[in-house]
């Protein structure tokens, strides 16, 4: 079987705000793994589970929705059964989705399911697909009709409940063509530069001169 996994955003809530590449998906897999707070794998708590059936009512298709138990209590145990049974749903159907509120950038399991995934099947891990989706903040800010950083403003997204030390990662936009990066400091840095366009590169480091305007870095947090 070609396995293939796609971790998928669904935006906040509102039908229209899933992206096309998430519908696609929807229609290209043969299961979606759908996570749920309910004890009893029932869904009448959940929002993704919602967004999930209004898509497929859109698109006028049935797909077997599988239930992801997510108690949402930050515990790795947890986290594994929940990448088992996508394991064990991607044992049965060769096309898998698993969705995930907003974006997966923000916030989301789906990094610590994907960890454990690279652990326990490389090739899946490989194969998978993260679909980028509408943040709640951005829409937000568009309901409220407020900018979230205008000129030189920064923008700080913060837990407002930390379990412990508090790491940051950093968006680094908006530089100057031909200028030295090495004023960016060091990290575990990425460089993504005219993404989706005909050249469009990403590179795993910090380049050392910018050459295009739309040149964008992460700093990633410090991971272990
Ligand atoms: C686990 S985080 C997930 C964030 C999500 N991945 C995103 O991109 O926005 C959950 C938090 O996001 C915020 N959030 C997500 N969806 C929201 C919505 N529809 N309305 C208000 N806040 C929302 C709330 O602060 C909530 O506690």
């Given at each position: 079987m070609n396995q293939k996994l796609y971790m998928v955003s669904l935006g906040p809530g509102d039908i229209e705000l899933l992206t096309l590449k998430a519908l696609n998906a929807f229609k290209e897999c043969d299961a979606i793994c759908v996570p749920t707070k309910s004890e009893d794998n029932s869904?009448?708590?959940?929002i993704s589970y919602k967004i999930v059936s209004n898509a497929l009512e859109v698109l006028d298709v049935n797909k077997p929705v599988v239930p992801v138990y997510s108690p949402m209590h930050f515990i790795y145990e947890d986290w594994v059964h929940e990448a088992d049974i996508i394991l064990d749903t991607l044992s049965k159907y060769e096309k898998v989705c698993f969705v995930t509120l907003g974006?997966?950038?923000?916030?989301?399991?789906i990094y610590y399911l994907l960890d454990i995934i690279k652990e326990k099947n490389e090739k899946i891990y490989k194969s998978c697909e993260v679909i980028a989706g509408v943040t709640s903040f951005s829409a937000a800010s568009a309901e409220a009709k407020k900018a979230l950083c205008l000129g030189d403003e920064e923008l700080v997204i913060k837990p407002?409940?930390?379990?412990?030390e508090v790491k940051t990662t950093q968006i680094l936009m908006r530089p100057k063509i031909g200028m030295d990066t090495q004023v960016l400091g060091e990290g575990d840095f990425y460089t993504f530069e005219?993404?989706?366009?005909?050249?469009a590169k990403i590179t795993p480091s910090k380049i050392e001169k910018v050459k295009k305007y739309m040149t964008l870095f992460i700093n990633f947090a410090k991971r272990d």
């Open positions: 869904f009448t708590k959940s974006d997966a950038a923000v916030y989301s399991s407002i409940n930390p379990r412990g005219n993404m989706y366009l005909e050249d």
